[in-house]
Every structure is written in C-alpha cells, then in structure tokens.
C-alpha cells in the first residue's frame, strides 16, 4: 500500500496552529542507559540525575516527609524501588510540580550536582542535555521541526514562533510541547552525536575533483524545490506529489518507503566515493561508531525521501539521497559529486 508521509511537513506552511495534540506513543526504540556528558540512549533518566532515585529509594520517611507531603510521601515508600522517572510519576499525587520538588530535594542533601538540571516533562535532563536541546530547536528549519514532532503540530508551530529559546524551561512550557514531544527533541538533540561526528570527518576530506557531503540536520523541503542550472527529480517515496517541484515528468513515485538498510548502503557508498582516489581516510574507530549509531537508529524503521541529481554549473555534477523517519523526523543526506 503506498503511503504518504507529506502531510506533517505540509503543515509548516498551510496550518496556522490548528491541529490535534501529541498523541502519546514513544517514537524511538528503548535502549540500554550509559555514562556519557550527553543521553546517549532513550531513556528518562540522564546518568547524571541518578541521584533523584537513590534520594527516593534510600530516604526513610522523615526524610522524604520534611520535604513533601506525609501522604506524598507515604505513596512513594509503597511504591519504591524505582528505576525510571515515569515510576515515580505513576505514584498517585506526583506530578509536575511534586517531581521538581523532589530535585529540589536531592539536589539540597547533595544526591544530584548542577549537572543533573532538573525534570520537565517527566525526563530527567542533564546540563548537555537541556543545552542540546535549546540549540536544536532554535536551530534546525521549521520542516525538520515539524518532521520531529508529527503528532504535535500546534507545539511545533508554537516552538517555530516563539523561538530563539534561552532554557529548556521555555520549550517545555511552550503550549503543545509534553511528555512525548520534549523526548523526541531530546532524542533528535542528542541520540546521533557518533554518527553526527562520522558526517564531520566525511566532510573534511580533501576533495581535489570529487567528494561526498553528508548532513544530519537539513530542509529537505527546500533542497527539492531549490534552483539549480541543472535538476532532475528522480525517485521520491512517501512524500505527496503536492510538496514536489513540477520537473515536467519522469520523476518515479515510489511506493514502498525506504527501509534501514537503504539507508545504510547510501552512507556506506557515500563514504567510499570520499575517500576512494584520496591518501587520507576517515579515522577506523570515528567510522566504526558512527556507522553502529546509524545501524542502531535506522534498524527496524521506516523513512519517506528522494533521489536526485543537480548541477550548480556545467563543469560539476552531484547525485544526492535523503531519508526521513516517518515518525521521529531522524534525518540523513548523502550529496556525492565530481567537479571539472
């Protein structure tokens, strides 16, 4: 069956705020938590607010009751141990403001450092956390924006107008921004920084008369609809017919979308054109970890994108590809080309 996936990204320029909430689903697959300065992993809990737990599954009731309600406290030793966020959350009369209230807590008796900067939204942020996540959205274009946050339209339009944000405070507060959006932000600001450091080395090789440019983050939206000397549209899947330039025919819809696999090669093919005919390489381990990030973010999921090839001027050519996850906006471009 084919499908579209347009319509998020159509929004950015028809839809004025209007349109449904998030809906609750997670949008990345879980995985293991490791020490690392940034979340590495999609987890609730950043390493470094470990500590807001081991407040709450070592504190005894005095301890717990001198800085929340007897009752509060009470519910939380019944429920304890914990292990996530989303537990503590689930204890009947801990909400948004009893969580801050908590880190508050910890951080008082020395559990958590500044470090740990706090909770919002039921996720536990880091310092390098709350930074990334600032950067990324006020940032990224208004079509990624929207690619990150499918289910949260009225957020992302919110977010777009209401940018540039000092504190991580301001984006969760924003009207449409909840539990499941600041996670994809999160995810989106901090889950690809191996591959994202593959994409840099990539791109700083020498390129005497060829060479490959590769980006995480780009408007995909305006690459398409760019002037060029010379365009040809060649395969696009999942993206409506309506957000695609008029090329005067030829452009094939495809009607699978692209699996991670396809994905895989086009990076993998992208990095050998770099470096075949050069003396230097991208460093072993810098690809080794980078191309385990990518296969770890791409397995399993599906991605709407295009094929094509442009020119800026008749003495260079470029053939480029890019996918987009259809449901958590990650995001890859492989631009290959020679030059006379």
């Not at 807001?52 to 009731?61: A, H, I, P, T």
């Not at 289910?151 to 499941?180: C, E, K, M, Q, W």
């Not at 390489?281 to 990518?294: F, I, Y």
């Amino acid at each position: 069956m084919r499908r579209f996936i347009g319509s998020a990204v159509l929004a950015t320029g028809l839809l004025t705020g209007c349109g449904p909430s998030e809906t609750e689903t997670s949008t990345q697959q879980p995985a293991e938590q490791q020490q690392a300065p940034l979340t590495e992993t999609d987890v609730d809990l950043a390493p470094e607010c470990r500590g807001v737990l081991d407040y709450l599954n070592e504190s005894d009731f005095d301890r717990l009751d001198a800085a929340l309600p007897s009752n509060v406290a009470h519910n939380l030793i019944a429920a304890r141990p914990f292990s996530t966020v989303a537990q503590v959350a689930a204890v009947k009369l801990v909400g948004e403001a009893r969580l801050h209230q908590i880190v508050s807590a910890a951080r008082g008796l020395d559990y958590i450092e500044a470090e740990c900067y706090g909770i919002f939204d039921n996720l536990a942020l880091s310092k390098d956390d709350a930074d990334a996540i600032v950067s990324l959205v006020n940032s990224i274009s208004a079509t990624e924006l929207h690619d990150i946050l499918p289910d949260a339209r009225t957020g992302a339009t919110n977010l777009r107008n209401l940018r540039p944000f000092a504190t991580v405070d301001a984006i969760a507060n924003t009207s449409g921004i909840g539990v499941v959006s600041l996670r994809n932000l999160r995810n989106a600001a901090t889950l690809s920084r191996p591959f994202e450091a593959l994409i840099d080395a990539v791109n700083t090789l020498p390129q005497p008369n060829h060479g490959t440019n590769m980006a995480r983050h780009f408007d995909w939206l305006s690459k398409v609809n760019s002037s060029y000397f010379h365009f040809q549209l060649q395969e696009c899947f999942g993206i409506r017919p309506q957000l695609l330039p008029d090329t005067g025919g030829g452009t094939v819809l495809r009607p699978n979308l692209a699996d991670g696999a396809e994905v895989y090669a086009a990076v993998e093919n992208g990095i050998a054109y770099a470096e075949n005919g050069i003396q230097e390489k991208v460093d072993p381990q810098v690809k080794a970890a980078g191309l385990a990030n990518l296969a770890a973010l791409t397995s399993g999921r599906s991605f709407f994108g295009c094929q094509y090839g442009y020119a800026n001027d008749p003495w260079s050519d470029h053939g480029v590809k890019f996918f987009v996850d259809a449901e958590t906006g990650f995001s890859v471009y492989v631009d290959t080309f020679w030059v006379e």
